[in-house]
């Protein structure tokens, strides 16, 4: 019964490159969260998303950064011309379809993105 | 707008109690979860409270009080592997589900 999974644990770009990052969730969720977690400062909701859906983007910065959730496969956050500034730990989290009073979501062990 | 706010160091002694006190406002409030994050690692959870009231579980206690927009966590016998992030986490309804946001944690240390 594995949790969330996210790869690559670490990743580090040059300026400019692009950052993919991927997470599959638990076995039997539907809803997936990306967070940022920028150094010595808290979880920072970016991204909400369900099977081809993207529910609430209203953290993710308007350019460079997208995500998806296809029907076969990871949730993908991607992140292009990466700049130093992306440093950070990249977080994904999944929830079980959505039912009265089971709202926990599961964190994945976070990909350490580090721009040179 | 979403405020969290709750303290960002405490430190304790190992054996004794502590209170993480957290207040809140948010829109479209749906109940609070607390997390644990040690460095470099994932927060696992720790507590949700939807109702009004102390939820106890082991070593952990979570209180919130929906109408002061107010939880604490309440650590007992502490121990040196307590010493980490501790994050409260207002869960808010959006378009078709919920999202959690998090305060900045308090980092707690725990002392011989």
């Known amino acids: 019964n594995a949790g969330v999974m996210q790869n690559p644990r670490h990743l580090v770009r040059r300026r400019g490159q692009e950052a993919r990052l991927r997470c599959s969730p638990m076995?039997?969720?539907?809803?997936v969260y990306w967070y940022r977690q920028l150094p010595e400062e808290g979880l920072k909701f970016m991204v909400y998303?369900?099977?081809?859906?993207?529910?609430?983007e209203s953290g993710m910065p308007k350019e460079r950064f997208s995500a998806e959730f296809p029907k076969e496969g990871p949730s993908i956050l991607r992140i292009q011309q990466v700049v130093r500034g992306d440093s950070a730990a990249y977080f994904c989290a999944s929830s079980p379809p959505r039912r009265e009073g089971d709202n926990e979501q599961f964190f994945g062990p976070g990909t350490r993105l580090t721009v040179l | 707008g979403q405020n969290i706010d709750q303290p960002t160091e405490m430190t304790a002694t190992e054996g004794a109690i502590v209170q993480i006190n957290c207040t809140y406002q948010t829109s479209g409030f749906n109940g609070l979860f607390w997390y644990q994050q040690h460095a470099g690692e994932a927060p696992t959870f720790l507590s949700y409270?939807?109702?009004?009231g102390l939820e106890e579980k082991g070593r952990f206690s979570s209180f919130l009080s929906r109408s002061k927009g107010y939880s604490y966590l309440l650590l007992k016998e502490l121990q040196m592997k307590d010493s980490a992030s501790y994050l409260c986490a207002p869960l808010i309804l959006t378009g078709g589900g919920n999202k959690l946001t998090f305060g900045t944690g308090t980092q707690l240390k725990v002392e011989l």
């Open positions: 409270n939807v109702l009004d």
């Open positions: 076995k039997g969720h539907s809803h």
């Open positions: 998303l369900q099977k081809e859906n993207i529910i609430d």
